[in-house]
């Protein structure tokens, strides 16, 4: 049981290209989220699915798009990357989004440079 | 605009005393505070959570209190150990069926516990 998976776990890349961020939870959770950490700011929300096939649009969602096309995957994409997304990226799942499970459990993070 | 504010910043404390970290939230729909502790290179862990409907909740030397009239809620370490020095992360959730446990995360309170 790995929990929460996040690929890759460092990168950098220049302004304008672009990747994918892969987030794989082996819980069976049906939420799933993702957030960026960027120093004395904590964590904030960019995006966010209550299960599969569904997105929603957190607190910083510009410049970012994501994808659960299936229930254990979340994508997190950047188009076109700008020094102003260089942050750590954190994954997270939860089982219920409300009542006694709707503990978040984060992966290692991914640590993104945009120079 | 920060809907969690988070203090100190920084805490530092020798080992067996008490850590205190407090957080203030506006949005009177949260209903469910967690603590989260992050180890550098590590994504955040819960820690210990509290529902609006109590006022103390305590697990070993970890203990929520809450004030629902005041808004605030705090976080005492007892007996502190060098191996609580960490990050530590008050949050914030409006928990739904539609709407997950999106967190809104305070600043942060880096924690130090000297030998």
């Known amino acids: 049981n790995a929990g929460v998976t996040q690929t890759p776990k460092f990168r950098v890349l220049k302004t304008g290209q672009s990747m994918t961020l892969l987030c794989a939870q082996d819980?069976?959770?049906?939420?799933m989220y993702w957030y960026r950490q960027d120093p004395g700011m904590g964590l904030r929300l960019i995006h966010y699915?209550?299960?599969?096939?569904?997105?929603a649009k957190g607190e910083v969602p510009d410049g970012y798009n994501v994808s659960r096309l299936k229930k254990q995957n979340f994508l997190l994409g950047l188009e076109s990357a700008a020094p102003s997304q260089t942050s750590v990226y954190f994954c997270?799942?939860?089982?219920?989004?409300?009542?006694?499970?709707?503990?978040?459990?984060f992966g290692q993070g991914t640590r993104l440079t945009v120079v | 605009q920060q809907q969690v504010k988070q203090s100190p910043q920084s805490l530092i404390v020798q080992k067996g005393g008490i850590s205190i970290i407090n957080c203030a939230y506006e949005n009177t729909a949260f209903d469910y505070f967690p603590w989260y502790q992050q180890f550098p290179g590590k994504g955040p862990a819960l820690l210990i959570a509290i529902r609006p409907d109590v006022s103390e909740k305590k697990e070993g030397r970890f203990t929520i209190s809450f004030n629902k009239s005041a808004k605030q809620f705090s976080l005492h370490i007892m007996d502190s150990q060098p191996g609580d020095s960490a990050t530590y992360f008050c949050?914030?959730?409006?928990?739904?069926?539609?709407?997950?446990?999106?967190?809104?995360f305070g600043e942060g309170t880096q924690l130090t516990v000297n030998p």
């Open positions: 949050a914030a959730s409006m928990t739904g069926e539609t709407s997950g446990s999106r967190l809104t």
């Open positions: 997270a799942s939860s089982y219920q989004g409300w009542g006694e499970n709707t503990e978040a459990f």
């Open positions: 699915s209550v299960g599969e096939g569904t997105t």
């Open positions: 819980m069976n959770h049906e939420y």
